[in-house]
């Protein structure tokens, strides 16, 4: 939909076979979305009825990579909760208590989880009788100011049939990284960030917390893709909006089967529990776009509920793509030939010789090449722009995965060239170069000073003072600024009562 320059090597050989993956999963259409805008967005945000209303339990993008700086471990990031508004206090953003998150790897191929991560946690206030999230500037993790706080424990399940045959605790009461209120509570978030990082036994680490959304695109394509015009393109809809990010690194080792085969397949799910105390999944993702586009309505739900291993029953969404057609209707480029056969069996195995394992099972999942090292200068096309370290051998922060879909889903594979996209080629906040490598998730208190305010915060600096918990240092908790509140407000009471009666007074005729 918009040009951009090619470099490298761009279209042959295992380039050209990877991109399918893009067409077939997905891209295969921001048909349905297209025409249901409620029920879906962005890459898994909001996107399938049931989930939509349940935001905590919500995946919205997963990301698998080889860590740029340390080569031998692999990085996973999972993301939830879609479209968290900075200045949504004072509830601001929480994982859930009743949730398993979980990290799943498959290290031979055969469609079941070896490995499972999986993170859960618990909220701690200090102070219940104040709405605040925060009672003054927060400068530590374990600052009393931070009134609201969250931990979370790890452990590491391994299973065979679908079934644990061990399970070992592998980090207990870690601390997450608060929601960032905005400068006067947390004047360098930076710092917070740092502490939030967390090392782990035998060279891993892992970091849970609020960052700021890494998917980058042009949400208007849903807008019967982007206004029947191309007037809407090049807004990066998700431009100032965080979520609640799981990240973690891994030596390449621990993950994968042998030295000899170093795919690995990654995706990610939530489970919640019911009335009855029983835990079931209600989100699932590995490949961007998958369930977003590729699944209509009446299969969304089931699909997050379901396990790669039974992915066949959706093979139909993908053999005929819906957005091929649309794109056909309004703005007349011919849809490839069906069945898309190319394209299902590298979306569903990943790319011979880059990153199918031997003996594979199809499904979908995001698969990873763990032996490929880092490019120097990624491109964000990835594998279609001959960078094999890119989606989809699994996926980075940079790979703009909008446009190497729509090129491949019109028929790149095929030999009808193209430079479709979005013209949203980058995030709008840099990433990091050390884990967990997500851009600090934007402010609360972004917006412009009022008239006649300076930076100061001295005011807001005393309320911890005056809200700290029953039995901490300082001045006894709310009750003192209770009373303070109330006098005022009798003060002010009798003061405009008094000035009343002055007025009535001045405007009678005796």
Not at 44 to 68: C, K
Not at 302 to 313: C, E, G, H, L
Not at 373 to 378: D, G
């Given at each position: 939909?918009?040009?951009?320059?090619?470099?490298?090597?761009?279209?042959?050989?295992?380039?050209?076979?990877?991109?399918?993956?893009?067409?077939?999963?997905?891209?295969?259409?921001?048909?349905?979305?297209?025409?249901?805008?409620?029920?879906?967005?962005?890459?898994?945000?909001?996107?399938?009825?049931?989930?939509?209303?349940?935001?905590?339990?919500?995946?919205?993008?997963?990301?698998?990579?080889?860590?740029?700086?340390?080569?031998?471990?692999?990085?996973?990031?999972?993301?939830?909760?879609?479209?968290?508004?900075?200045?949504?206090?004072?509830?601001?953003?929480?994982?859930?208590?009743?949730?398993?998150?979980?990290?799943?790897?498959?290290?031979?191929?055969?469609?079941?989880?070896?490995?499972?991560?999986?993170?859960?946690?618990?909220?701690?206030?200090?102070?219940?009788?104040?709405?605040?999230?925060?009672?003054?500037?927060?400068?530590?993790?374990?600052?009393?100011?931070?009134?609201?706080?969250?931990?979370?424990?790890?452990?590491?399940?391994?299973?065979?049939?679908?079934?644990?045959v061990s399970r070992t605790k592998v980090a207990d009461d870690v601390p997450v990284a608060p929601s960032n209120v905005g400068k006067a509570s947390m004047p360098d978030y930076g710092?917070?960030?740092?502490?939030?990082?967390?090392?782990?036994?035998?060279?891993?680490?892992?970091?849970?917390?609020?960052?700021?959304?890494?998917?980058?695109?042009?949400?208007?394509?849903?807008?019967?893709?982007?206004?029947?015009?191309?007037?809407?393109?090049?807004?990066?809809?998700?431009?100032?909006?965080?979520?609640?990010?799981?990240?973690?690194?891994?030596?390449?080792?621990?993950?994968?089967?042998?030295?000899?085969?170093?795919?690995?397949?990654?995706?990610?799910?939530?489970?919640?529990?019911?009335?009855?105390?029983?835990?079931?999944?209600?989100?699932?993702?590995?490949?961007?776009?998958?369930?977003?586009?590729?699944?209509?309505?009446?299969?969304?739900?089931?699909?997050?509920?379901?396990?790669?291993?039974?992915?066949?029953?959706?093979?139909?969404?993908?053999?005929?793509?819906?957005?091929?057609?649309?794109?056909?209707?309004?703005?007349?480029?011919?849809?490839?030939?069906?069945?898309?056969?190319?394209?299902?069996?590298?979306?569903?195995?990943?790319?011979?010789?880059?990153?199918?394992?031997?003996?594979?099972?199809?499904?979908?999942?995001?698969?990873?090449?763990?032996?490929?090292?880092?490019?120097?200068?990624?491109?964000?096309?990835?594998?279609?722009?001959?960078?094999?370290?890119?989606?989809?051998?699994?996926?980075?922060?940079?790979?703009?995965?909008?446009?190497?879909?729509?090129?491949?889903?019109?028929?790149?594979?095929?030999?009808?060239?193209?430079?479709?996209?979005?013209?949203?080629?980058?995030?709008?906040?840099?990433?990091?170069?050390?884990?967990?490598?997500?851009?600090?998730?934007?402010?609360?208190?972004?917006?412009?000073?009022?008239?006649?305010?300076?930076?100061?915060?001295?005011?807001?600096?005393?309320?911890?003072?005056?809200?700290?918990?029953?039995?901490?240092?300082?001045?006894?908790?709310?009750?003192?600024?209770?009373?303070?509140?109330?006098?005022?407000?009798?003060?002010?009471?009798?003061?405009?009562?008094?000035?009343?009666?002055?007025?009535?007074?001045?405007?009678?005729?005796?």
């Amino acid at each position: 939909m918009t040009p951009f320059s090619r470099t490298g090597a761009g279209h042959g050989g295992i380039a050209t076979l990877i991109c399918g993956a893009l067409a077939a999963g997905g891209l295969a259409a921001a048909g349905v979305t297209a025409l249901e805008p409620k029920a879906a967005s962005a890459s898994s945000h909001r996107e399938a009825p049931l989930i939509s209303g349940t935001p905590q339990y919500d995946n919205t993008d997963v990301y698998a990579f080889v860590s740029p700086d340390k080569p031998d471990t692999t990085t996973i990031i999972a993301n939830w909760i879609p479209f968290e508004e900075p200045a949504g206090g004072p509830n601001f953003f929480t994982f859930a208590e009743d949730a398993q998150y979980d990290l799943r790897v498959d290290n031979n191929g055969d469609a079941q989880e070896d490995l499972l991560f999986r993170y859960t946690f618990r909220t701690h206030v200090k102070n219940d009788k104040t709405f605040l999230y925060n009672t003054g500037p927060v400068t530590s993790l374990d600052d009393p100011d931070l009134n609201i706080t969250q931990t979370y424990d790890i452990e590491l399940l391994k299973l065979k049939n679908q079934y644990p045959v061990s399970r070992t605790k592998v980090a207990d009461d870690v601390p997450v990284a608060p929601s960032n209120v905005g400068k006067a509570s947390m004047p360098d978030y930076g710092t917070l960030r740092k502490q939030a990082i967390h090392q782990l036994a035998g060279g891993a680490a892992t970091f849970a917390g609020q960052a700021d959304d890494p998917f980058f695109l042009d949400l208007r394509v849903f807008d019967l893709l982007y206004g029947g015009n191309l007037s809407e393109v090049g807004n990066d809809t998700l431009k100032g909006y965080n979520v609640n990010s799981i990240a973690l690194q891994v030596p390449n080792h621990l993950i994968t089967e042998s030295a000899d085969q170093p795919v690995v397949g990654i995706w990610s799910t939530t489970q919640r529990k019911n009335a009855r105390g029983q835990f079931r999944q209600v989100s699932r993702l590995g490949n961007p776009l998958v369930n977003e586009v590729v699944n209509p309505l009446k299969d969304k739900d089931t699909f997050n509920a379901s396990a790669p291993k039974d992915d066949a029953q959706f093979l139909q969404n993908v053999t005929n793509p819906e957005l091929p057609k649309l794109i056909e209707a309004i703005y007349k480029i011919k849809a490839p030939a069906e069945p898309r056969n190319d394209l299902v069996d590298v979306f569903l195995k990943g790319v011979k010789d880059l990153n199918q394992p031997p003996h594979v099972t199809p499904s979908e999942q995001l698969r990873l090449n763990t032996s490929i090292k880092p490019a120097a200068k990624p491109k964000r096309l990835g594998v279609l722009d001959g960078d094999t370290a890119g989606f989809p051998n699994g996926r980075r922060l940079t790979d703009d995965v909008i446009d190497a879909s729509l090129q491949v889903v019109e028929g790149e594979l095929l030999g009808a060239k193209n430079d479709l996209g979005d013209a949203v080629d980058k995030n709008d906040k840099k990433f990091g170069h050390s884990f967990p490598y997500l851009a600090n998730p934007t402010e609360g208190s972004r917006g412009p000073l009022a008239k006649g305010v300076d930076s100061g915060n001295d005011v807001r600096s005393q309320l911890g003072d005056a809200l700290r918990p029953a039995g901490a240092t300082g001045s006894d908790d709310t009750g003192l600024i209770a009373m303070s509140a109330g006098a005022g407000a009798a003060g002010v009471l009798l003061v405009g009562s008094g000035l009343l009666w002055w007025r009535r007074m001045r405007n009678r005729a005796y």
